[in-house]
């Protein structure tokens, strides 16, 4: 068969009576829209309902899918140990995922599993399902820490197990939104709350998906969301595929954020294979860069394309600037792509006897050997965006109060351990945050002696 349907869900616990003991009554709509959005599943009569969810079992680099034959869950830490949902798991549909997700590379499946009890994001949606229809098994999935477009590709193989299967199938995308929307709300008030719900239950209103992927991550982190991977999820599921789009309540009077949007296939559409043009527009995104890139930015990118695709280093270009031939200094490369970091290596002081030599050991290094990130494959080279830092002499310093994020790098030290940090980096606003960083990065205790050094940079992008 094939997807039958698929919608968005808030998980807020007290939505349901045992534990909003009568505060449901503020989110009536929601309520309202639960209680259609169940009516609807239940008219369709699904063999299988896929939920996914940002409270199961998290991993940075791993999306997991709950195995077993059965699971089951009660609403314990929030008051209501007696409120129970019980599921029957699909494992046809969760080992045909799993092979899929597997052919196309993608880092799923069934490992690593620490806790097999429902989450609240996954109960709270079966809840109001189970008033209305009970005959189905399910599938759990949970998010990760992957890269937006690898969720939207995972939710293209639940796609495909559907199509390959005999069984209708639902998909529910539980995820909150902003959680910062109001002052006396539980997590405070950020100015990106409220912006960030804006713009996403506009995406869902008019099914415009490519929204979801081209969000920015910073913003929301800087807006508390918990949805929008397992939103990205459902919209890969729904890649070419026409779409009814319907948004059936938002409301927030919490503080957070709950939307409630339904989405009816109609037909194929070849000009909603959103990953596809998401991909291409980072390609041609990186195109522009490339043609402003410096002789630093440009060397760095030669040398790692060079050794990615011959497995050979690449030869000291001539007519390089004398800044890069005659001149020695530490040196760090960084690789981002679609917005993410994707390697970053880098030398304190000079190793080698230029800075040119220097930014080509480093590209590859950044590439190839970089121990948080695989490897850089030739599929991803036209993606990648380039930055070079060339350090400047670090000095010592005293205390904290000599360093400023923007402006300074800096080097935490003890006898046999040495930790860096590069200024002006996103999401690092105080000297203490920066030092912290870099103790960490140095494994040296905050309680331990430690000297530290600032030092400037020079950075090309």
Known sequence: MSLIGAYIVPHPPLIIPEIGKGEESKIQKTVNAYREIARRIALSQPDTIIVTTPHSILYADYLHISLGGHAEGNFREFGAPGVRINVDYDKEMIDSLSTLAQEAAIPAGTLGERNSALDHATMVPLYFVNQEYKDYKAVRISISGLSPLTHYRFGQCIADAAERSRKKIVLVASG????????????????????????????????????????????????AECGLPSFLIMAGALDGKAVKSELLSYEGPFGV???????????????????????????????????????????????????????????????????????????????????????????????????????????????????????????????????VDVLGKAEPISSMEELDVKRYGVIVSTANRRGLLLPNLEGIDAPEQQVAIALQKAGISANENYRMQRFEVVRHQ
């Open 176 to 223: 909150d939104l902003s959680h910062k929307l109001k002052e006396d709300g539980p997590y405070g008030f950020a100015a990106e709350g409220p912006l960030f719900d804006q713009a996403v239950t506009e995406a869902m209103n008019s099914g415009d998906f490519l929204r979801f992927l081209n969000f920015d991550e910073a913003f929301g982190e800087a807006a």
């Open 257 to 387: 954020g709950y939307a409630i949007a339904a989405f009816e296939t109609t037909g194929d559409d070849e000009s909603r294979r959103f990953g596809k043009i998401f991909t291409q527009n980072q390609i041609d995104r990186v195109k522009k860069i490339k043609d402003d890139e410096d002789p630093f930015v440009q060397l760095a990118r030669q040398s790692l394309e060079r050794y990615i695709k011959t497995q050979q280093f690449l030869d000291r270009p001539a007519n390089l600037p004398d800044e890069l031939t005659n001149e020695r200094a530490g040196v760090f490369v960084s690789l981002k792509m679609d917005g993410r970091l994707r390697g970053c290596i880098g030398t304190i002081s000079p190793t080698t006897t230029s800075i040119a030599d220097e930014i080509i050991q480093n590209a590859i290094s950044a590439g190839t050997d970089d121990p948080r990130f695989e490897p850089v494959g030739k599929d991803e080279l036209s993606r990648l965006v380039y930055s």
